[in-house]
C-alpha cells in the first residue's frame, strides 16, 4: 500500500486548509484510515481516523469541531478539512493505513504510512 500526501502549506491563525490522501496498491488490505502529526521535538500524536465506509470517525480531542476526516471510497481518497487553525497545530502531517477493524489512536495501530506534508501556522 502507497500513501501520498497533499494539500499542506502556511496559513495564519483562524484560516483553513485541506489535506488530502491518496492510497494506491493494494488497498484492499486496509479498512482504516488516519492522519498523524509531528511537530518538532514532540511524538507522533493522532488526528483524526475513519473507516473507509465512512461510518465511524474519531477525533483527538484538541482538534474536535475544528477539523473534519472524509473519505472517498471510490478515489481511494481521503480527506482532512482544518478550520479555525492555531499555530499549535503546525506540524508535519502524516497519512496512515490500518488493516485494523477499528479506528485507532496510536500509531502503532496502521502498518502503512505516506510521507508527511508540512503545515505553518502564523500567529
Known amino acids: 500500500v502507497q500513501l501520498q500526501a497533499s494539500g499542506g502549506g502556511s496559513v495564519q491563525a483562524g484560516g483553513s486548509l485541506r489535506l488530502s490522501c491518496t492510497a494506491s496498491?493494494?488497498?484492499?488490505?486496509?479498512?482504516?484510515m488516519g492522519w498523524f502529526r509531528q511537530a518538532p521535538g514532540k511524538e507522533r500524536e493522532f488526528v483524526a481516523g475513519i473507516t473507509w465506509n465512512g461510518r465511524r470517525t474519531s477525533y483527538a480531542d484538541s482538534v474536535k469541531g475544528r477539523f473534519t476526516m472524509s473519505s472517498d471510497n471510490a478515489k481511494n481518497m481521503v480527506y482532512l478539512r482544518m478550520y479555525s487553525l492555531k499555530p499549535e497545530d503546525t506540524a508535519v502531517y502524516y497519512c496512515?493505513?490500518?488493516?485494523?477493524?477499528?479506528?485507532?489512536?496510536?500509531?502503532?495501530?496502521?502498518?502503512?504510512w505516506g510521507q508527511g506534508t508540512q503545515v505553518t501556522v502564523s500567529s
Open positions: 496498491g493494494r488497498t484492499l488490505l486496509t479498512y482504516v
Open positions: 496512515a493505513a490500518s488493516a485494523y477493524r477499528s479506528v485507532e489512536n496510536t500509531a502503532l495501530g496502521y502498518e502503512w
